[in-house]
């Protein structure tokens, strides 16, 4: 319910509010826990009812937002009607968006078995790495989910050409911030793994930082895997958006299957890079393709208006 409300907010250009209500929800969370498992001391239900809770509360704000803020997005009686054209169109693009993640998180499995033959130390390791890892990489993805709204607000609005200047726009942002990232892991990443690992584990602090060193190198073709992708979504084009999510997953089982057994431990810090330089070779030619598809889409509907 609140990833529904709060996206149907970001739609209309109200991104900031989802976030305030998403720290309210954060923050109730961690309270509620405190007095589910410590005051009542109700173990893991209580941690549960507190989640529930929490997430119910971004929920309602959320709601009462939109009926107090926002008419356009209010249901009437002629919204309940069957329209069987935009089902087909939602089933389909939420379908392939489904898909794609389904393809995505296959590969990382398939991976994952082949980190799992390598030892308790490789699997250590990997798991601190991949902790730091996505704390880093948040943001990366954040550009890309931005673009997925901006893109389908321009397209929307038949402003194809600011679609382009997003993209220009998210990559500076997404470069300054892999600079930035770049120089604090090859400094730190050692550090930062002690957050997960005891300071006496050496070869697991020592193989978590050079999975941390190789991943945030590559950190440019994540970022714009995520900028290209979400752009594509966003616009609409879902289904070229899934085949990326296939490119990611063949990489991901070559390496499994070949690169591991010959390098081990250096094989799996490349298995995502991998990933990502596939991807990102299949979604520029992508992109490219979408973009000159709805200029030509636009350029007919002013003609027709006309």
């Known amino acids: 319910a609140y990833n529904l409300c709060a996206d149907m907010l970001r739609a209309i250009g109200d991104s900031v509010t989802p976030l305030i209500f998403l720290v309210i929800a954060a923050v109730t969370n961690i309270v509620l826990d405190y007095l589910f498992i410590g005051g009542f001391s109700m173990g893991v239900s209580g941690a549960a009812c507190a989640t529930v809770l929490s997430q119910l509360v971004s929920a309602v704000l959320c709601f009462l937002r939109i ?4 008419p356009i997005l209010h249901i009437s009686k002629n919204d309940l009607e069957w329209d069987r054209e935009r089902m087909r169109l939602l089933y389909q693009n939420g379908l392939a968006m489904a898909l794609m993640s389904s393809l995505v998180n296959c590969g990382t499995l398939i991976l994952q078995t082949g980190i799992n033959k390598l030892g308790t130390n490789i699997i250590v390791a990997h798991t601190a790495a991949r902790k730091v890892f996505e704390i880093f990489s948040l943001p990366v993805s954040v550009f890309g989910a931005s673009m997925a709204t901006y893109c389908g607000q321009n397209y929307g609005a038949g402003k194809p050409e600011r679609i382009w200047q997003g993209v220009k726009s998210a990559t500076l942002l997404m470069v300054i911030y892999v600079v930035i990232v770049n120089g604090i892991l090859w400094g ?8 997960f690992v005891d300071a006496s584990e050496h070869e697991i602090i020592e193989k978590a930082a050079l999975f941390l060193h190789v991943s945030v190198s590559f950190f440019p073709f994540l970022g714009m895997l995520c900028i290209l992708r979400y752009s594509i979504q966003g616009a609409g084009y879902t289904n070229l958006a899934m085949f990326s999510g296939v490119a990611e997953m063949i990489a ?11 390098w081990g431990f250096w094989a799996i810090c490349f298995g995502d890079p991998t990933a990502w330089v596939f991807a990102v070779i299949f979604l520029v030619p992508a992109f490219a393709y979408m973009y000159r598809r709805l200029k030509v889409i636009v350029a007919r509907e002013r003609a027709d208006k006309m």
């Open 252 to 262: 991901r089982i070559l390496v499994s299957v070949i690169a591991v057994p010959l």
């Open 67 to 70: 009926k107090s803020g926002f």
């Open 188 to 195: 730190f990443a050692e550090r930062f793994t002690l957050l």
